[in-house]
């Protein structure tokens, strides 16, 4: 159709059985305005043909030395579409915006204005996608500068003994300061040490520290339940595009949800059992006290007390 209008409008009618091929048109510039007008027509249909082959660049070339002889703007349309299918987005762009310039209520300007729009969206959705890939490699970059100096630090520092390590990670056990003391301290003993316990305090303390980390558990698993659910309802939502990682995201909170909560509960329950085991096997805890310890030259707090 837009070869038909062209030579219309070139005032050239050219048997579709007599067209050149590419390769056989003379590029010699004709002078006369009527030679013109008939070879901007052979590169025009060879540009159309090579395009619906799927020859982009040898279309670009006919369509471009079409409008040396003849500045149409309809070869700017022509030229914009080859690029657009050629998937060289911002020379689209640009040369639909100079077809719409020169021709703004020409017979392809409305299909000019819905590509145009379309390619913009799609430009800047690779310009976001592409920014947001270097924001996380750059992050990525700073983190593993970050894991490489720590290194280097513990490295430039040495490697400390076994005893030096477990000293730096287990606070020593501190007994309550005598009147020869001038240090301010608090002494506890542990379970079954000082008479204030048994094997039961050992048990109540094992049932406290379970139950603990099952309420951690459950509190996970809560919150891996909420994010579950919080993807499920956005994919669920009209209109919202559905992404495999997306789901995967999804179905890996729910997976995490359940074995959380389920170990979360045993804990609680396991911990209750042993805590009130504890209480009726051994002897019921003493309170726990709390004095003023005054020393020389100084003073202090003295806990006393069975778990």
């Known amino acids: 159709m837009r070869t038909s209008m062209l030579a219309a409008l070139l005032g050239v009618a050219v048997p579709v059985a007599s067209l050149p091929l590419a390769s056989e048109l003379a590029y010699a510039q004709p002078t006369k305005a009527a030679d013109k007008k008939k070879a901007a027509k052979e590169y025009v249909d060879a540009g159309q043909a090579a395009q619906t082959a799927g020859d982009y660049e040898t279309a670009l070339e006919m369509y471009s030395k079409a409008y040396e002889l003849v500045p149409h703007p309809v070869l700017l349309f022509n030229m914009a579409q080859a690029h657009r299918l050629a998937g060289r987005g911002p020379e689209a762009i640009d040369l639909y915006k100079r077809y719409l310039a020169e021709e703004p209520k020409g017979g392809q300007a409305r299909t000019a204005r819905e590509l145009l729009t379309a390619l913009e969206q799609r430009v800047r959705a690779e310009e976001a996608r592409k920014a947001e890939e270097a924001r996380k490699a750059e992050e990525a970059r700073k983190a593993e500068e970050a894991r490489k100096a720590e290194e280097a630090r513990k490295a430039a520092e040495g490697p400390q003994s076994i005893e030096e390590a477990r000293r730096d990670a287990l606070p020593p056990f501190e007994a309550p300061p005598t009147d020869d003391e001038t240090a301010i301290g608090v002494g506890v003993s542990p379970p079954g040490r000082d ?15 379970a139950g603990g980390v099952g309420v951690v558990s459950l509190g996970a698993g809560i919150y891996f339940g909420m994010q579950a659910r919080s993807i499920a309802d956005e994919l669920s939502e009209p209109g919202a595009p559905f992404t495999e990682a997306r789901d995967e995201e999804g179905k890996a909170a729910s997976s995490k949800m359940v074995i959380l909560t ?20 051994g ?4 309170s726990t006290a709390f004095a003023p310890l005054l020393v020389t030259g100084g003073g202090g707090i003295a806990v006393h007390g069975g778990f």
């Open 283 to 286: 002897k019921q805890a003493e």
């Open 262 to 281: 389920a170990a979360g509960g045993a804990l609680v329950v396991g911990g209750a059992v042993m805590f009130f085991m504890g209480r009726s096997k």
């Open 195 to 209: 008479g204030g316990g048994s094997a039961g305090g050992w048990l109540r303390l094992g049932g406290m520290i």
